[in-house]
């Protein structure tokens, strides 16, 4: 079912034969056809349309098998760019990402921390004018911004029931603010979901298009791709995997359920086990001279242990330990249910320690995922974890311009001509 | 994205046509266009063809808002028949189904047990003989039949790591050996799986195309819909949610791993907590005077706890509360994971006690969905839940004509002049 020029399911002929293009690099019209099962006559006009507004461009010609060579197509990859933001409480990433998906500019910064969001917003204003004119691309070929935040997220805007750090992003209307402080189109999404899409367009996923992204940052979550798309659920909070029971008389989590795996095995769980061992805590750098935190978020605090259990500090290899087998069994319900063959280990906390739960996870799916009689699940460790949900982030915007009817968001066409007071992209994303 | 005429993907036209006849009862060739999304002209030839072939009928003219009244089309229901047998070690359920999926003759008889396979293939035969015959359908008429049985099986045949009750089931070439007996082409499949098709043809959802099947009967399961396909993972063995992990460090499960939803709530769990209290075994009639086990299946075992819990046994109620409240955290987690806004408690044991689960479940999902915030999560119990799924299996044959050209399985077109020998129909299933 896989492969560089199969095509994916899409709602326009548009979408499909730009995502195909893209996937195989060159093609030409007659590949085209073959790999998207449209008609010469619709894979002729579609293309024109595509060469005429400068997203494809016609590279020489392929040796044939008889008759004329062919004309190769392949996508003008600086014609377009897309800017991903990870929004988190520990960190915010950034990338800028031509056509292709290709990274062209990535970058870092504090978190959300306690900050107003009026204020985080302005500041991400200013970065995301940083990022872009950083690398020297003109901002009229940005055609949007996709922001990703931890779930769940409602459809039409902003987070709901969000971690306690990030209450104050309850109610406040993300998209719109960002829209306006930015004057570039905004969508919204979930960022283990758009990890997955960031593994499977820069990853290290190869070929499979149907795999799960477990996804680590502050909070634990997946995102699920099947058969190239991501599956989102009723709301688009498909894969709360880091809210799913793993131990009915468990600790009670700041969801209010008990069990879950983010309360038994997330960075902050980690955290808390560590500072509870005094020795354990002083050696790690875990509190300052009067015991007070001394690390800007709780991923900070993560890696800190995550290094002392690396240097053999056998408390913080036990409490790695203890996390992995936890994550390893939510790994196995995720697999079981969506009978997976590949699953990404992915995320901020997991491009730190992924390496420690890589093994973990693997030997559970070996010992004990149901279907192994059947098949066995390949788990992998992401080579981009830190920075794949904002690539995914900006692949959602190049995939609004593969269906551009999308409603509201601005067709690139349309860019040059755009008022800069932002109103008609008002309501651009989500709904 | 759901009702009536709504077309769900498929990899043909045809197959598209017929669903959205099926689904809409009647619809003119204009309906069809707005409904598939196919070109005036495609819709005219399939339609010819599915007219020709005898599948659809014209059927009177609608009123038009101008212009010529429409010619109205239906399907055929009595053109085509299939059968749906869920075999399982408690019991063996078969229905006789039209092309439009309606159940036209039933019948359950003896399960499995500890019967050879090929004496219950035998068996299974004469059986379906009967049920054809007893209604009096053309045998010619009937297209093949869909078997469904507890997972996870094998792409090509057979089941794998099976319970331990049908361990000889294991390598026994089933689909050849039924399509041997009852000159039938076999499709072979997860009865969770069948049991959402079945809810989804038949059942309580209504309009819905994405929802989850709770299963439980002997074992328990889910089958999984989305956007009306059934959605089956890596090796068709999606919705393994018996095979769960609840509690880290729970009992050990008969697959190999601990704290399983089965071994924590499933049939068997309910029969030996109940045999456990001698008082509330020798009341619901577990054990004859000697202390054996008086009933054929832990399907009827149970059946004989939930009726003692609904005549008021306070040891009975409690053994099923903690099966249900168990049962519950893992449709949870299923709604979590597929993120959820409907599922539909289905299958023989659920049809028996399923209005003691359907409570305990709803109010966990009230309490403790992870997006609950952003939308509810509906939870039905089946109307049709001991003969789910045999209706989903022979669904799945009336699908696979949806689909003609489905690896070797034979064309409705090819029955009149088969051989009775059936060599041709060897490899029918599964591939």
């Not at 978020?297 to 993560?302: H, T």
Request: contains cysteine; hydrophobic residues 45%; aromatic residues 4%.
């Amino acid at each position: 079912m896989t492969g560089p020029a199969q095509a994916t399911p899409h709602t326009s002929s548009r979408s499909a034969v730009l995502d195909v293009i893209r996937a195989a690099g060159t093609i030409s019209r007659v590949g085209l056809v073959r790999a998207t099962g449209f008609t010469g006559a619709t894979i002729s006009t579609v293309v024109r349309r595509l060469i005429d507004d400068g997203l494809v461009l016609e590279t020489g010609r392929a040796e044939s098998t008889g008759g004329k060579p062919r004309v190769l197509l392949q996508l003008n990859q600086s014609a377009r760019y897309a800017v991903g933001v990870h929004l988190d409480i520990a960190g915010i990433t950034y990338v800028l990402t031509n056509l292709g998906g290709s990274v062209v500019a990535r970058m870092s910064r504090a978190g959300a921390g306690a900050e107003d969001p009026p204020v985080v917003v302005e500041r991400m204003a200013r970065e995301v004018d940083a990022l872009i004119e950083g690398v020297g691309v003109d901002r009229d070929l940005v055609m949007g911004l996709g922001l990703v935040s931890p779930g769940p997220l409602t459809p039409t805007s902003g987070m709901r029931l969000t971690p306690p750090a990030m209450r104050p992003w309850e109610d406040f209307p993300l998209d719109r603010a960002l829209e306006e402080a930015t004057r570039l189109p905004v969508v919204l999404d979930n960022d283990a979901t758009a990890a997955a899409l960031g593994e499977h367009w820069s990853g290290v996923v190869g070929g499979s298009s149907t795999f799960a992204a477990l996804y680590m940052g502050t909070g634990i979550g997946a995102g699920l791709l099947v058969n190239g798309l991501t599956y989102r659920g009723a709301s688009g909070n498909a894969g709360e995997i880091g809210h799913i029971c793993l131990d009915v008389d468990g600790p009670e989590c700041w969801c209010g359920a008990y069990g879950c795996t983010e309360v038994l095995a997330g960075p902050a769980a980690v955290v808390a086990a560590a500072r509870a061992d005094a020795e354990l805590a002083r050696a790690a750098g875990l509190t300052d001279g009067d015991g007070e935190p001394s690390r800007p978020s709780v991923v900070a605090e993560f890696a800190a242990v995550a290094r002392a259990a690396r240097a053999g500090q056998p408390a913080a290899r036990a409490i790695l330990d203890r996390s992995a087998r936890h994550l390893a069994v939510a790994a196995r319900t995720l697999a079981n249910i969506m009978d997976l063959e590949l699953l990404v280990l992915t995320g901020p906390s997991l491009a730190i320690a992924g390496s420690t739960y890589l093994p973990v996870v693997q030997e559970e799916m070996d010992r004990a995922f149901f279907s192994r009689a059947t098949h066995p699940v390949t788990v992998r460790l992401s080579t981009s974890a830190a920075t794949a949900p904002a690539i995914g982030a900006a692949t959602m915007v190049l995939q609004s311009e593969l269906v551009p009817l999308r409603q509201g968001l601005r067709l690139p066409e349309d860019l040059s001509d755009a008022e800069p007071g932002g109103t008609a992209r008002t309501g651009a994303a989500g709904g």
